[in-house]
DNA sequence: GTGAAAGCGCTAACAC
DNA sequence: GTGTTAGCGCTTTCAC
């Protein structure tokens, strides 16, 4: 093992003291220049990097961010870690991810584990399972401790902490104007994600807007067990639909495929509006037209805050919600 | 900020010294039993934490593994991850997780930032940028200072340390026997990593496997500037293509939309063998047939390897190479 | 302008 | 069986 370069190190070599030499790479006005000079100097040949260890210990202070989602592998989640990584690495912080797995138990395991002295805030989507349960003590918990915490589009609205949501009802009823604008008399609703607060908003979001129009709608909760894709073909014929709103990607996505099945034609015989705009709507065919959510701000966005507060540059005790303006990506399944 | 419990406030509360106290957490057969319970009493009751900066510092151990991966919205990379998580969490290690976006000076800046007490360890893959110049210095610099790195699928053969990897040619050959056992005639290949290390060793697999029918192939590389599919529908009609391999998911599952381009039926008039085995093949229609690298299970590999040298459970000072077996993951762009 | 000393919270060798 | 002490590497107050 190369030798580490220590502070002492440098003292010794310069016949100088700890204190000394730790003032004079902080500039401290105290030191004289010429001393200055020598130690930078000789910290740079022997490319001295103080241990992050040692300083986050006195100053309590770690310059990570736990990030706490429930799925890496959703696209979704992906690129809103991205968007944190991202700003993140700008304030030069760390970032450590954990994954929940829907799970409340691991939601809870990590969050406990990460709040002693592991980051110094969180930035976090509720697992679904927690979400059912209802039970946030553990966000309480932490908050307790003056750790700072950042809900993102899955968020508690019991938690008085800050958040990043998407304005998901305004995004499902562009989603409806979307297709009715397209021609559609008859739109169903396809989800995966009933349980989930998103999923409800948006179904919200449809049901409320459908009703300035003289049509109504209909949703299908695609079951686990069968094939999404056979579901879908079968709520199309028996309802006659030529619009559908996929509420998650994987319905959206699924909707589309089932039109193939049927041999019906997107966008001409049967319209496609889906949400998220990830990796699988880029990638369907015809391409998937839907409604974007930023998952990529969202994420800067989140950072942004929770390092506002890190640094005390943002009022404290007053928490904020971010509302993430939704757009439509027009592509494929839609007719102008 | 709810006070932090330490072994100071412990000790004093029970008129103990702080020495006794921490061994009575860790069951040091020197204390009395009965020292011993009602230190473990008064913990619990206080919800007492061991300071993790501390032990880590006094340790010279964080616990902590850092994963360099290229881009996290890769599948590929995304799925990796998750096997690394959970292997690591299973022992007790955080992870931290940085992107490099393919950058050259990003994965120097991270790798340096991190190896001064940020982690113990690395898993990563090499970004392209690096792989193109052939420069290696910054890992070799983290190997000089022991700090374990595994690399993994993207490695530089010119770095001594473990790697995990899959046998792409290996994966590339069954690409073609599956084709061809489907009555394929006349194969093509679409990529668009021809730059990369797998995508060249892909290619090397497929057209050593070719030779052993009497049939050659060709390669489309995909240019970015344009639509993948219109430029693959062209190379399939001009080539009269029955058969696609993918190189990547992203060429596969737009091979699979090319067809629908040219109004071919997948597979009867065009079969289609794609890698990685992601999100994108299950949402295809019809589903891709894909040569499997079994993402998660190299990562919880790599995990496993580098906390084992962590731990000194492992010989030190022999790198290993562990291959992953590829296997084809049938599904519906190719015949039985 | 420089240095000594205390302390962040913990561990462990060494007393008693 | 329990306590004292030194020290991990750094910052910072206070003394000189």
Redesign the pocket.
Known sequence: MRQ????????QE?????????????N?????????DKVKKLAKERS????????S????KTRSIGVVIPDILNNFFAKVLQGIEIEASKNNYKIITSITNESFEKEKEYLDMLSY?GVDGFILAVAQETQTKGEFEHFEEILKDDIPVVMFDRVAEEVYCDKVIVDDKKGAGRAVDKLINSGCKRIGVVSTIQKLSVGKERLEGVEKRITSYETTTKLLKLKKTKDYEQQIAQFIEENNFDGIIGLDETAAVSSVNAANVLGKKVPDELSVVGFTDGILSKHSYPKLTTVSQHAKRMGSTAAKILIDKLELRAERYLPETKVIKTSIIERGTTKN
Chains 1, 2 share one sequence.
């Open positions: 580490k370069v220590t502070l002492k190190m440098l003292a310069l016949g100088l003291s700890i204190s000394t030499v730790s003032k004079s790479l902080k401290d006005p105290e030191i004289s220049q010429i001393t200055i001295y990097k103080p241990n992050a260890l040692a300083v210990l006195k100053s309590n002295n």
